[in-house]
């Protein structure tokens, strides 16, 4: 830390980054993270390692902020690998920063907060997110910012769009960015956009436990109640259905979501996919998660049912493509961080 400033500064975030990881609303699993420049160093969330755990563990890694950022300038494939950029006798633990360093290092403001906000991501999933958004977000410089692989891909789609002033930006299919020059800025913000995006969500009727413990076999409920949901609505299990919605849901939980015919078990869902998926939906039932589930499959599967369910039932949505599905499960960054997340790093 370079000054008092600096530091009174990154225990404010700390906090902050604790409280956002602990609304579900706002960050799932790993996802998310959190920054603060202080002179030439930008200290960043590590990969891997949860929002929530922001007070009670050191996650935060100081990056060297100039070479990132000439890096994404001259399209260096550097830059997806920002632990090259990491401070190294600042980072005495050897954490690597996050795959959204860039993102972080691109906003020009002292402090930048990244969420996967459920109201955000029902919004940036619809075709018609960005003009909804228009809609919703008057007064406030923002950026739609459509879908690009995290780490350089979505820098250069940022840098495309990024113009002076912006402090907020949409991610299409992915989540929010705001940005602002103190810690207690930056939260009023969240809090502002987060409220003018913010829709209800529909209700459901209960899962059925009884019917869904009878199909279990190995699976078991999912930690939290709340995820049924995608299977209790119709139109939310359509379109979890259809496909990929995010890139975490991807990482977690894998492409789409299986659905589950009339009358198959989990055993005959499984011999029908020569596979077992993370996660089972049973139409009118709930959900089932293998038993092996990890934490973060299980935030994930609880944030589908939250997107899907505010996720206007008659807009069309964009889904990922098959290729973008591919770079996700075949990269190498991403690998890191589920490593880390089974090994319990949450
Ligand atoms: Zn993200």
Redesign the pocket.
Known sequence: MATQADAQELAALRALSASIGLNPHMTQAA???TSLKAGDTLWIKASGTWLKDALSDDIMVPVAMAPLLEAVEQRDPAADKPQAFAIEHLNPRGLRPSI?TTVHALMPQRVVL?V?CVDTISLAVQADGEAEVARRLGGIEWAWVPYFR?GLPLARGIAEKLRPGVDVLI?GN??LVVAAETVAEAEALLHRVRSLLARPARATAAPDVAALTALAGDYRLPADVKAHAVALDAESLHMAEAGSLY??HVIFLGQGSVVAKPGEDVAGVIARLGMAPVAILFPGAGVLMRGDASAGADAMQRCLADVTARVDDKARLNYLTPAENDELVNWDAEQYRQKLNAAGTA
Do not use: I
Request: hydrophobic share 10%; proline share 17%; no cysteine.
């Open positions: 996802g998310g993270n959204e990244h996967h995290p991610l992915h989540g890139p975490d």
